[in-house]
């Protein structure tokens, strides 16, 4: 089997991930994981599709087809996964927000060579004040050689007002 990762992004609307998932279905593709999500009226999203190669074709041109109902998609054949020398953890952060924040966030971590696996960020006001907080949730790979401890200062680094909350996870 082979598998496809879907990227799209379309208006949000009832029935959008039906469309999807019947045009898969239809066409011999088996819908393996995903990651959706509606933001700003626009419902976008991230899959992974397995398919025989006999149905491949039929199956991109058909996912491709669905441009006439306002669906975008960006098609890639996805790679075997190679487990690297990585430890998987979990990292919380919140911070007063600023601009370049996730920039210099993001910038640290690759200078570090920290893999961003999963991230999900957002701003919303402070409980007592007016001030908006940055709030991440991450997955990363971190390098086996490097110190969690050592991460989270240097995370801090970043600013005085940044918590950095940093637990390893045991993958199943």
């Known amino acids: 089997m082979d598998h496809l990762v879907v990227t799209l992004v379309a208006p949000d609307k009832p029935g959008l991930v039906e469309r999807i998932a019947q045009c898969i279905a239809e066409h011999g593709g088996n819908w393996l994981e995903s990651?959706?999500?509606?933001?700003?009226?626009?419902?976008?999203?991230?899959?992974?599709?397995?398919?025989?190669?006999?149905?491949?074709?039929?199956?991109?041109?058909?996912?491709?087809g669905l441009s006439a109902h306002g669906i975008r998609m960006l098609l890639a054949e996805s790679v075997v996964e190679t487990t690297g020398a990585t430890k998987s953890i979990s990292m919380e952060l919140v911070g007063n927000d600023r601009p370049g924040i996730v920039?210099?966030?993001?910038?640290?971590?690759?200078?570090?060579?920290?893999?961003?696996?999963?991230?999900?960020t957002d701003v919303s006001p402070?409980?007592?004040?007016?001030?908006?907080?940055?709030?991440a949730d991450a997955v990363l790979g971190v390098p086996l050689g490097l110190s969690l401890d050592d991460l989270?200062?240097?995370?801090?680094?970043?600013?005085?007002?940044?918590?950095?909350?940093?637990?390893?996870?045991?993958?199943?």
């Open 35 to 64: 990651r959706m999500s509606r933001m700003a009226g626009q419902f976008a999203g991230i899959l992974k599709v397995g398919v025989e190669p006999e149905q491949y074709d039929d199956l991109i041109n058909a996912l491709n």
């Open 103 to 120: 920039r210099d966030i993001t910038r640290l971590l690759a200078e570090q060579g920290v893999n961003v696996e999963r991230l999900i």
């Open 126 to 135: 402070a409980p007592m004040s007016s001030e908006l907080l940055f709030h």
């Open 152 to 172: 989270q200062a240097r995370l801090e680094t970043l600013a005085d007002d940044l918590m950095v909350e940093l637990v390893l996870r045991t993958e199943a």
